[in-house]
């Protein structure tokens, strides 16, 4: 792959590394440090003129200063006079805050934070954004420039189909409303059936009483989200499913961000497992809870990389899974 340069921020090396391997190139030379004042300093440490440049950081860890670190990234390299450059963020930034919240006495008054990260890419200087599972796909809309935004849909299939014995007598549950198209995708790839769970919020990370719609009697229920956060929704759902007769609860999470008290929750819940892709590193958290699994996604990035390097379409991507 001539004239591209992969670029790994500092916020999950680990997935960069593997999305070079898939790719059979080196990581490009970058030095990212601190000053003592806390400003974030990058040194690009080889020529990217005229290369197309390829930056990996996802939106996890130190969020803000890995948004920055990316952020000059993007505009060293557009000032290197590269001929394009593409974020590849893995788990996108202030998602969740994609809109006014309409629960929220102050609702006019709050920000659409999510809308003010695609300005900052995009004046940057980034020409292309590649991410994965975007919390609301209304944000492609919020950028003047490509979005493509992968879907973990296909390793999901091929997890369930390779690690859950009973899959054929399973159904798919979502842990709220907003995830109804989710699980219904991946209930009639499967051939199973579907159920959701509403759930009505006092407050955020807060659920006052959930509601279970459909029938998961005898059933192996695999709960399917885009990302967790504090997990008290989906442990708060696996206690109702089993409540409601199912014999064993999975749950199947894109995004496993796991803040706060969620490793304790998760330990403590009905769980045979927890399973995460890795846009976000789970090392340290899978030491301290067994029932976290993770799938590798570095393929679908690397192919996506590929992909748009050659100029090709990446829609592909949205239903397979190349092994």
């Known amino acids: 792959m001539p004239n591209i340069v992969l670029f790994s921020g500092s916020s999950h090396h680990d997935l960069s590394q593997r999305v070079a391997d898939r790719l059979g190139l080196e990581l490009g030379k970058v030095v990212t440090k601190k000053f003592s004042n806390q400003e974030t300093s990058v040194e690009i440490g080889e020529s990217v003129r005229g290369e197309d440049v390829y930056i990996i950081q996802s939106g996890c860890g130190e969020i803000n200063d890995n948004l920055m670190e990316l952020l000059i990234m993007i505009n060293a390299c557009k000032i290197a006079s590269s001929s394009r450059v593409t974020a590849v963020i893995p788990c996108f930034p202030y998602a969740r805050q994609d809109k006014k919240d309409k629960v929220s006495e102050n609702c006019s008054r709050a920000p659409i934070s999510a809308k003010l990260v695609a300005n900052m890419l995009s004046v940057a200087g980034a020409d292309h954004i590649i991410t994965m599972d975007l919390h609301a796909s209304q944000i492609q809309g919020f950028f003047d420039i490509p979005v493509d ?5 296909p390793a999901v299939l091929q997890w369930i189909k390779e690690n859950i014995l009973e899959w054929r007598n399973c159904i798919i549950v979502s842990p709220d409303a907003g995830g109804a198209k989710r699980v219904t995708s991946i209930a009639d790839r499967l051939n199973v059936e579907f159920a959701l769970i509403h759930k009505e919020r006092k407050k955020a990370n807060e659920v006052d009483r959930m509601v279970l719609v459909g029938d998961v009697k005898d059933r192996v229920a695999i709960l399917v989200d885009d990302m967790a956060d504090t997990c008290g929704t989906i442990c708060h759902a ?62 679908i990035l690397a192919e996506a ?19």
């Open 149 to 153: 935004n992968l879907y973990a849909e």
């Open 305 to 323: 990389i590929r992909r748009t390097h050659n100029g090709e379409s990446v829609s592909y991507l949205f239903s397979h899974v190349p092994l």
């Open 238 to 299: 696996a206690d109702k499913l089993v409540s409601a007769g199912a014999t064993k609860v999975y749950a199947i999470l894109t995004h496993g961000i796991f803040s706060g008290p969620a490793i304790s929750r998760i330990n403590s819940a009905s769980f045979e497992a927890v399973v995460v892709t890795n846009t976000i590193p789970q090392e340290e958290k899978m030491k301290h809870c067994p029932k976290i699994q993770f799938i590798d996604i570095s393929m």
